[in-house]
């Protein structure tokens, strides 16, 4: 399964209707799941980032399918990154000749 880390950030509709932050949060994680996939991490944080959270999801198509599902609700937009661990990274730089 491979980790990405999302960074959000609220869009005027989002901000108006910040109360409802933690239940779009629950939906999101339900999303996911349908996906194959499951939440690490959910942070809303300070700075250049209104959230910022970690899933794990079975590949780059679930990942986009995500984004755009997400981005639909018009709530946030958001910049997904794809991440790799320290085993990940090592096969990887195994390859670099």
């Known amino acids: 399964m491979a980790k990405y880390v999302v960074l959000v950030n609220w869009t005027d509709k989002g ?3 910040a109360k409802g932050t933690t239940e779009r949060a629950q939906r999101v994680q339900q999303m996911i799941e349908k996906l194959g996939g499951s939440q690490d991490l959910m942070l809303w944080t300070l700075g250049r980032y209104d959230i910022v959270a970690v899933f794990d999801l079975p590949s780059d198509e679930a990942a ?3 984004g755009v599902q997400i981005g639909a609700l018009g709530t ?3 910049e997904t990154l794809r991440g790799f661990t320290a085993d990940e990274v090592g ?3 195994g390859q670099v000749s």
């Open 15 to 17: 901000i108006a209707e």
């Open 64 to 66: 986009a399918t995500l």
């Open 76 to 78: 946030v937009r958001t």
């Open 91 to 93: 096969q990887i730089m």
